[in-house]
């Protein structure tokens, strides 16, 4: 890591104490560098950490251990040059477009006629002369996403922070304002040393970046970080590029194996994701994933297999979206992935193609062999005399190792899953799990009750 970085980080971590003293681990101990002249893209799954990271870098948060430098020097003791571009505009809706881009610079003292003056020329770099009077409300998203640029650019940042600054644009004006920030960053025409972008975004990553940080989860911590040595422009149809977004597919959907980066010079190789007492449970649904299997069948050849790319783009999926579907059928075994295609199992494709009743059963086999979670809850409510168990028995035993609001997650999922499979129901009033025959018995008793 090089010691003349404009923001290094050494072994920083983000934690939270709980009450058993043990903590919830958010990101691991990291070391990661921000150098000049480089445009950095971190990538990772929902929950890994990608947000809590920038905001350590930016000195917004402190972390839990480790040290952040600015310079060489501790960023807590430095008065750095950084700003932020958010994926929500976060514009002042009672002030003008001018006012919003002064507001900065008014914040750091600067005189009226100054400040006026820098802010028009960099509405003008980003496109919005002609602008400066207008109120937000009047203004398209591409537009106030511009403005969000301007005010971020206007106190002349060392570096710039974006967190997902495209995903609330739509495609053609994402596309756009892409191309801009390239055009502004080879021209030099913005003061900018630096650029570190967050976003779920495979392809963006590629197309922007000069480097790309994969990060994996529980807890967050670096998988790959990679240069990119593609010249710019790049064509997304070009078989390096494709190679690339295949290979961080593979890195995200294959927490188990590390992949060789290919062609790449400098690639690193980082240790593999911790494993759990308890696997995650993906985030989807009986039917998302049963809907998943029967498309993969139709896009596949004929030994099953696809290419998880194209089928991203295919059913014009995000990262986000895709994954965690995926990621339940592969921990279901319905799914094989391998390097970065997919391959439906044999048990899947009986899945896939049954009627729902049988649909069910495979389900519940699968459920029971393959999570801890479900064969947990299956097993205590069948060894109670009374077949019920509180949530709260399970909460205590999650919350050891997610945060609190994960554990909720994770319950829900897996009372989600639970019901589908017939293994059990929940009690929502009570809070309790609860056989269905026991909860049908009940409810014959109650109906009993009221006629006599």
């Known amino acids: 890591m090089s010691q003349d970085a404009i923001i290094r980080a050494e072994k920083i971590e983000k934690y939270y104490a709980q ?9 691991a101990q990291t070391d990661l560098s921000i150098e000049a002249g480089e445009i950095v893209a971190l990538l990772g799954p929902s929950g890994s950490g990608k947000s809590t990271l920038l905001r350590m870098l930016a000195g917004l948060s402190k972390p839990s251990g480790g040290n952040v430098f600015w310079h060489g020097k501790p960023i807590q003791t430095q008065t750095i040059n950084v700003s932020i571009v958010f994926q929500s505009f976060a514009l002042f809706p009672w002030l003008t477009v001018l006012e919003n881009v002064e507001a900065p610079l008014k914040a750091r003292g600067m005189g009226p006629s100054d400040r006026r003056e820098r802010a028009l020329a960099i509405l003008d770099t980003v496109g919005l002369d002609g602008f400066q009077s207008a109120y937000p409300k009047e203004l398209s998203g591409g537009m106030r996403q511009r403005v969000g640029f301007a005010r971020a650019l206007v106190v002349e940042p060392e570096v710039l922070f974006m967190d997902e600054p495209f995903s609330a644009l739509d495609v053609l004006t994402a596309e756009n304002l892409r191309s801009e920030l390239l055009e502004l960053w080879a021209k030099k025409t913005i003061p900018t040393q630096a650029v570190f972008i967050v976003t779920h975004n495979i392809e963006e990553a590629v197309l922007l970046a000069d480097r790309i940080i994969v990060l994996g989860r529980n807890p967050g911590h670096v998988r790959t970080d990679f240069k990119v040595t593609l010249a710019h422009p790049r064509d997304r149809k070009s078989g390096p590029f494709t190679q690339l977004v295949d290979y961080i597919y593979k890195v995200l959907t294959r927490p188990d194996v590390m992949p060789e980066v290919p062609r790449i010079e400098d690639g690193k190789t980082v240790r593999d994701q911790r494993q ?12 998302g994933i ?8 139709d896009m596949s050849d004929s030994s099953g297999r696809a290419d998880i790319y194209k089928v991203a783009d295919e059913l014009a999926f995000e990262i986000d979206d895709l994954l965690p579907i995926v990621d339940a059928a592969q921990l279901l075994r319905f799914l094989k992935v391998e390097e970065g295609d997919v391959t439906i199992t044999p048990e899947g494709r009986t899945f896939a193609e049954s009627e729902i009743l049988l649909q069910k059963d495979l389900f519940r086999k699968a ?3 393959h999570v801890l979670l479900l064969r947990q809850i299956a097993r205590a409510l069948d060894n109670k005399r009374d077949h019920t168990v509180p949530e709260e028995f399970f909460l205590d035993m999650l919350d050891e190792q997610f945060s609190d609001e994960e554990t909720r997650r994770q319950l829900e999922t897996a009372i989600n899953w639970g019901r589908y499979a017939e293994l059990f129901d929940f009690d929502g009033s009570r809070r309790r799990f609860i056989l269905p025959e026991e909860e049908e018995e009940e409810e014959e008793e109650t109906a009993e009750a009221g006629t006599e």
């Open 276 to 287: 759990m007492h308890y696997e995650m449970l993906p985030h989807a649904r009986p039917g």
């Open 367 to 369: 459920a029971t062999e």
């Open 290 to 297: 049963a809907g998943l299997l029967e498309m993969i069948i």
């Open 19 to 27: 009450p058993s003293e043990n903590r919830i681990q958010v990101i």
